[in-house]
């Protein structure tokens, strides 16, 4: 395959194909610089000049989780050191400090409790919405909807159609992971399958509830299987126009069991992480933002990101503890004193937007 010639092709407005981003993906050497300059100017012609982030908080309810994923630090088994799951009470504390905070966003980041029910998701939010009644609430996966479903006997849409009923303003397109099942019968064999995964996305988007996409890479997979996982995703925004953007998330190795039992090594390489931002800027034409995970990437990557692709520096969060637990340094709080330096510095400027990309 031709590097400069796909590119040359993808500047100018072909579809590259599952099998060149697979390619694109591998790509070693200098070559790589000339990929991230071609996504650089296709994220300036469809997304602007102009880096976004969102004034947010991460508030994590529990994180007793049924599922205790391969790739992650954070979920426990119920009595397990460190378990926690919040009362109503704890919750009203940290959506008040959210308030207090000015933020646009709360995100509801949680281990998927095996107790939980259609009525406890329900409570949740109405206890947050019922605090915070301007606020956006981004929350709950597709596997946390299938969850509650099966728990309460009822349908995905009917869970879906409940939760924004309750309040729910957006929904996480995490438990994506990776979308190819022999990847996931290995990283996270107990959440949901690709398929259920995907016609759950499609509900919500066909509801009116908007999603993110996202990719958690660097475990085991081969790049053929990110690019197929992109493929999975430009196909749904083919029908559905629902993804709010990308957010590609990047394995952090440090604590989790795929790691200490050999099954993982450390995660993607710098250039892999770049790699991934660029390929999906030329991949996924019908995504308008590609995000940078600065608390998985750290500030001087997530600055090179924005200079291969990305146009969104996500949010400010104040706690991470899923990152945090994993392993990752400093991924807790980014102020946007900070963001707006490291914007500046690559000669492009900074502005708070919404959930929904308007600016704020
Ligand atoms: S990644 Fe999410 S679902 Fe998997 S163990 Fe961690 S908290 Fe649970």
Redesign the pocket.
Known sequence: MDISTVLRDAAGGHRLSEKEAAALLKVRGRDIFEIFSTADILREERAGPVVTYVRNQNIHIT?I?K???G??G??RKEGDEGAFCDDRDTILKKVALASSRNVTEICLLS??HPGFTMETYKDILSTVHGAAPDVHIHAFSP?EVMHAARQSSISTKEVLERMKSAGLSSLQGT?AEILADHVRSVI?PR?VPTADWVRIIREAHRMGIPTTATIMYGTCETEGDRARHLAILREIQDDTGGFTELVPLSYVFQNTPLYRDGIAGPGASGREDLLLIAVSRLFLDNFRNIQVSWGKLGIKLGQLALLSGANDLAGTMFSDE?SGDAGAAGADYLDPTMMDTMVRDIGRSLRQRCTDYTLV
């Open positions: 994180n989780c599922n205790l994923c790739f992650c954070f979920g281990g998927v596997d438990a996270c959440k899923v």
